[in-house]
């Protein structure tokens, strides 16, 4: 295959070992400056420049976008996608990763475990935050920092605030998060590629740092990850929308806490501390998905009016409980069933056989009107409805925010 590694660093010690396992594996590969590419919206079929000139074709983009060109880095790699070129990261997945708040808003609906966090934005909410998230000692993140840059761990709530307020005066937004005592300044790193942890590793912080980043000075060990490790690593992977990930994981009590999910994981690290070719299993993992470019599903298909994606849920009474697929009555409406979901399992194209049980999610295609009847209700919140005030409200009640 061509492949494009996107790096502003030729010669940092990632960039260098991807581009020679992709050469000894007989590929072709270039090392393309992000920074230096043209997003090409002039002519009919989106295109890419590069130094001014047309890119050649690539069957593969490899992005290791750094988190000061977020937006630039990610536009590149969109417009990859657009032109049909295979990349294991696209940019939602990067920008999804990028951004600690908006990473753990996506991860909290799929049952991973993670550290309870709060976002607040007025002073006086600070205080309840953190007692919610169980008081202090407690630990505050910058939402867009890295290698342990931005997150401090502040003794007394008083503090707490004080940084908070502090932070915030200079326009920068923070996290709570509840400080996880028990993983005593260790954290778990583990590399997925594709749907495969391929190699994890053990950090831990120096003398009584609790941030066991390398930058920090923390020290790597090889670890044989617990396969409830393993799959949430995977997983909070995949829902991110990312196929190359390192996954920071604390070892809580009750399990794996998910931290974050970093879209241009480290190699260096990683390949000491275990002794395994990690860009290898990269490179090989892109190898074998150069002929599918990421499909944005919803969008084709919802190219004809009236048909689109929806997610149906049977109900504990419906009829289709212990009926199958093919008896179930959605071929009669059209339905054609993508997915099945039942606990934190996943069937892909599930067969006509397959019986359906009560709190199954079918991830389907077909006609919005036959499935409107179909999708789960919401929860329904109540809503208190005020009476007004007698008098009508004047401006100087109600001051411009
Ligand atoms: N809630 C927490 N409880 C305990 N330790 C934490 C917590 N959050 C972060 N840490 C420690 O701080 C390090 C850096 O935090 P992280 O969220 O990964 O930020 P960064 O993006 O800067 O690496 C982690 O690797 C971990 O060792
Ligand atoms: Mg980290």
Known sequence: MKLAILSRAPRAYSTQRLRTAALERGHDVKVLNTLRFGIDLSEDEPDLQFRGRQLSTYDAVLPRIGASITYFGTAVVRQFEQMDVYTPNTANGISNSRDKLRATQILSRHNIGMPATFFVRNRADVKQAIQQVGGAPVVIKLLEGTQGIGVILAPEVKVAEAIIETLQSTSQNVLIQAFVKESKGRDIRALVVGD?????????????????????????????????????????????????????????????????????????????????????????????????PQVDVRQRLAVSTGYGVAELQVHAGSEMVGKSLRDSGLPDRDITVLTLHRGTSVTPSPRPGKVLEAEDRLLCFGKLEEMRSMIPERPKRRRKVKKLARTAITAAENPPA
């Open 196 to 292: 495969r942890v391929v190699a994890a590793m053990r950090r831990t912080a120096q003398g009584d740092e609790f941030r066991s980043n390398v930058h920090r000075g923390g020290s790597v060990e090889a670890v044989d990850l617990d396969p409830e490790y393993e799959a949430t690593a995977v997983r909070a992977a995949q829902i991110m929308g990312l196929r190359v990930a390192g996954v920071d994981m604390l070892e809580g009590n009750d399990g794996p806490l998910v931290m974050e999910v970093n879209s241009s994981p480290g190699l260096q690290g990683i390949e000491t501390a275990t002794r395994l070719d990690v860009a290898g299993a990269i490179v090989d993992y892109i190898a074998d998905q150069v002929d599918f």
